[in-house]
Structures are given as structure tokens and as C-alpha cells.
């Protein structure tokens, strides 16, 4: 069983910069595939970034490749996504999940806004 918590969103300018931590519990993370999701108002969430068990393989959505950086410690057993040139559209909450996603695993996001 893996416990998710997300942490260090907030309200930001555009063009500002942001990183979100992810927190997991449980001893299987360093074997999993991780992402971060995210889900803006009358929006599906959406996988935005995603990285494979050793933090060697990641992959970006068109929309924040070049902005956004997903980076992993397996040794504190911790998820991050540092996000850089901040675009009002990236509002949402935003979520960490394995990669595919496992419905239990959903916790209870971090609200990101960028306005000015």
C-alpha cells in the first residue's frame, strides 16, 4: 500500500515558479513509475509529467514540456515537479499517482494558481 501527499502549491504571478513535493509512504516506492496529474476546474485530469522507478525516463505533456522538470529521491522516497514560466492555464490541482494511476491512491492534491 502506498500513501500519497502532495504539498507546495499556492498562488503564484505568471511567469513565476513553483516546485510541488510528493510524499509517499509504503516501501514500494523506488520500483514504481510515478506522475504527476492534474485536474483544472470542468477539466479531466490530466497526466502532465511522468518518470520511470530509477528517475532516469520522463515524459511531459506538449503543454509544459520546457517549463516543467519532474524529478525524483528514492531515498527519502519523495516525488517533485518543479514548474517554471507559470501560465494562467496552469491552474488546477495537481496530483502525484504511479504511472498508470491506481484509483487508491489518489490523495488530496495541492491548488496551484497562477493570476496576476
Known amino acids: 500500500q502506498v500513501q500519497l501527499v502532495e504539498s507546495g502549491g499556492g498562488l503564484v504571478q505568471p511567469l513565476g515558479s513553483l516546485r510541488l513535493s510528493c510524499a509517499a509512504s509504503?516501501?514500494?516506492?523506488?520500483?514504481?513509475?510515478m506522475g504527476w496529474y492534474r485536474q483544472a476546474p470542468g477539466k479531466q485530469r490530466e497526466l502532465v509529467a511522468s518518470?520511470?522507478?530509477?528517475?532516469?525516463?520522463?515524459s511531459y505533456a506538449a503543454s509544459v514540456k520546457g517549463r516543467f522538470t519532474i524529478s525524483r529521491d528514492n531515498a527519502k522516497n519523495t516525488l517533485y515537479l518543479q514548474m517554471n514560466s507559470l501560465k494562467p492555464e496552469d491552474t488546477a490541482v495537481y496530483y502525484c499517482?504511479?504511472?498508470?494511476?491506481?484509483?487508491?491512491?489518489w490523495g488530496q492534491g495541492t491548488q496551484v494558481t497562477v493570476s496576476s
Open positions: 518518470i520511470d522507478s530509477n528517475g532516469i525516463s520522463t
Open positions: 499517482n504511479t504511472k498508470p494511476s491506481m484509483v487508491n491512491y
Open positions: 509504503g516501501s514500494f516506492f523506488s520500483i514504481l513509475a
